[in-house]
Structures are given as structure tokens and as C-alpha cells.
């Protein structure tokens, strides 16, 4: 069974390949399709360059203008001080637990001395 991105994703692909195999076609042999378009090869060359060149346009406007909307609704970072002092904060912080741990150790250690004795 395909989920629903995968045949999604089956899809774009094949009306890539489709276009991609009309545009050769169009561009190698214009003639095929003079009598369809009512234009001669030239003018059907010319129509292709124009539509790809507006479409490759439109897509670097479109990237630019995403790109754009993300700086824009992107919060800034924080400043470098406030991490540093983080970071400064979390390596204070064991420092406090340790003795509490030291003096945790020894009372586990005399318990299990206590227990090989008996």
C-alpha cells in the first residue's frame, strides 16, 4: 500500500517526466506540431524559450520571496551573553551536586562492608 506522500510524490514525478519528454520533443521537432498550434518551428521555439525563461523567473521571485517571509517571521536569536551565561549556570550546577553525592557513597559503601562481615 502507497501512502498518501508517496503517490503524491508519483505524481509530481510523472508530470515531470511528461513535460520534460513535450519540451524535447518541441524543441528537437517543431514541425511535429506546426499544424496543431497554427505556427511554423520558429515561432513555437520562440514560445518555449519564453514560457521556460518565465517560469525559471517566477520560480527565483517565488524562492526569493520565501526566503524573504521567513526572515521576516523568523524571532531573532538570543544574544551571545544570555547563552554564554547558560551555559556558564549548567556547568555551576553539578558543581553543587557533587559533594551531595560523595557524602551519599561512603554510607552505600560501609552498608555493603556491613553485609560481607556477617
Known amino acids: 500500500m502507497v501512502s498518501k506522500d508517496q503517490g503524491i ?3 509530481i514525478l510523472a508530470v ?3 513535460v520534460a519528454v513535450v ?3 518541441l524543441a528537437i521537432f517543431p514541425g511535429w506540431f506546426s499544424g496543431i498550434l497554427n505556427a511554423d518551428g520558429a515561432t513555437i521555439r520562440l ?3 519564453l514560457i521556460l525563461v518565465s517560469i525559471a523567473f517566477i520560480a527565483i521571485l517565488a524562492i526569493g ?3 524573504g517571509w521567513t526572515m521576516a517571521t523568523t524571532p531573532p536569536p538570543k544574544p551571545i551573553e544570555e547563552i554564554t551565561t547558560e551555559i556558564e549556570e549548567k556547568k555551576e550546577e553539578p558543581k553543587a ?3 551531595a553525592k560523595q557524602a551519599e557513597m561512603p ?3 560501609d552498608k555493603t562492608a556491613q553485609k560481607k562481615k556477617k
Open 9 to 11: 510524490g508519483g505524481a
Open 16 to 18: 515531470c517526466v511528461i
Open 23 to 25: 519540451y524535447a520533443v
Open 47 to 49: 514560445y518555449m524559450v
Open 65 to 67: 520571496a520565501w526566503i
Open 97 to 99: 551536586e557533587e559533594p
Open 107 to 109: 554510607a552505600t559503601e
